[in-house]
């Protein structure tokens, strides 16, 4: 079964750290650039991060360049994200998927997993 498994979520205070988790089963995700999205309550789903396959450049929305960084762990099949100085308007529901380029996801038979809830607040 194909899945992809974000994991890492949570509720921490403003300027504080998380470091979130996609895991892949039933595929290899080595082939697949990978990227990070999120949703807010009332807004649109935005791009948020991305990692390609090939030689790892990785591309970061402007609101999250200097703070985020993804990585990718392809003996363990699993993608990260890591958030520093996070900001109440980070709060969102994150979710992982295949096939991110600049922000857009590129095949409409992308993977996605079923998200997890980062909430900053004091």
């Known amino acids: 079964q194909v899945q992809l498994v974000e994991s890492g979520g949570g509720l921490v205070q403003p300027g504080g750290s998380l470091r979130l988790s996609c895991a892949a089963s039933g595929f290899t995700l080595d082939y697949y650039p990978i990227g990070w999205f999120r949703q807010a309550p009332g807004k649109e789903r935005e791009g948020v991060s991305c990692?390609?396959?090939?030689?790892?450049?990785?591309w970061y929305a402007d609101s999250v360049k200097g703070r985020f960084t993804i990585s990718r762990d392809n003996a363990k099949n699993t993608v990260y994200l890591q958030m520093n100085s996070l900001k109440p308007e980070d709060t969102a529901v994150y979710y992982c998927?295949?096939?991110?380029?600049?922000?857009?996801?590129?095949?409409?038979?992308?993977?996605w997993g079923q998200g997890t809830q980062v909430t900053v607040s004091s």
């Open positions: 990692i390609s396959s090939s030689d790892g450049s990785t």
């Open positions: 998927a295949t096939d991110c380029l600049e922000g857009v996801i590129v095949n409409t038979k992308a993977y």
